[in-house]
């Protein structure tokens, strides 16, 4: 069993990508040169063996040494490679998100997507927070799935899963609104499902720097909700999003935001992903 600590998440996650240098495909649209640097730079780091994908007249507009795919449809390209195993993993860097998740539930016939995101705050804590996407976690079947699936995820990188609920208010806000009771009878609920399968969890309901003090993965109440934490913290607050890889075994696909530019350390986790097996202290 391993430790319920993140501290050394990050060195674990880049001494792995480190030995795997995996082939990762990053989709490129309206390409830039910060966006190309930064995928450049996982390339040099010797992170992964990185391939752009997209505009190759655009991109060559540049400049770039790094191996082109050329196609008009990164999103439906980026797919093809990851299927077809001409790549180890992908990155969804700038392609379109809805076309690209699309297509990915096509071609690996996956009725939905559970995507996980690795989160760092300003103070330098990692953490991971689900559902990210605004169209998921809205039921409550969804929401325990989303748990199961993390928990699976996280304890690949030898550490124990540490769950903090969270909901839409305090317990002394009951009865003020609807849906605040409803995320908070849910919080409950899904707390005691999860510890019957032994699962570590709290209900924090909307404490969510309570939460942070205790917690390693944290469930938002819904999509929009775990959406709006990431974009705050990594947009607002100072702090660092490095993808939100998909909860899938067969295939490694890292979502990532197309605002910020910043592609290095998504690059990274994808790479470091590359294999089932655990990714232990000695980065094996």
């Known amino acids: 069993m391993g430790s319920n600590s993140t501290e050394n998440l990050l060195g674990l996650i880049e001494k792995r990508a480190l030995q795997n240098r995996a082939r990762v495909a990053i989709g490129v649209r309206n390409p830039s040169p910060k966006m190309l640097k ?11 063996h990185v391939m ?14 790094l191996e082109i795919i050329g196609t008009n449809d990164p999103e439906r390209t980026l797919g093809d490679l990851l299927k077809s195993r001409y790549v180890d993993a992908a990155v969804r860097g700038t392609a379109g998100a809805s076309q690209t998740l699309s297509h990915l539930k096509k071609i690996l016939n996956q009725e939905s997507l559970h995507r996980i995101a690795l989160l760092q705050t300003n103070e330098g804590t990692p953490f991971f927070i689900a559902p990210v996407g605004i169209d998921e976690g809205n039921e409550l079947a969804d929401k325990i799935e989303f748990i199961k699936l993390g928990v699976e995820y996280i304890r690949r990188f030898n550490i124990e899963p540490v769950v903090g609920i969270l909901s839409g208010g305090r317990l002394g806000d009951l009865g003020r609104n609807i849906r605040v009771d409803q995320t908070l009878a849910e919080g409950d609920f899904i707390v005691n499902r999860i510890r019957e399968q032994g699962i570590d969890a709290k209900h924090y309901t909307i404490l969510i720097e309570d939460a942070i003090k205790e917690a390693n993965f944290i469930l938002a109440p819904d999509g929009i ?19 939100a ?9 890292v979502d990532t935001s197309r605002v910020g530019g910043h592609y290095t350390k998504a690059i990274m986790l994808a790479s470091a992903l590359v294999g089932k097996q655990e990714i232990n202290a000695d980065g094996q």
């Open 245 to 253: 890889p998909i909860l899938i075994d067969d295939y490694v696909f």
């Open 225 to 243: 909700s775990g959406n709006l934490i990431f974009r705050t913290l990594v947009f607002l607050g100072g702090g660092y999003g490095f993808g």
């Open 52 to 65: 752009l994908v997209g505009n190759k007249k655009e991109i060559e507009e540049i400049g770039t040494d």
């Open 38 to 48: 930064s995928a450049r730079d996982a390339h040099v780091a010797g992170y992964a």
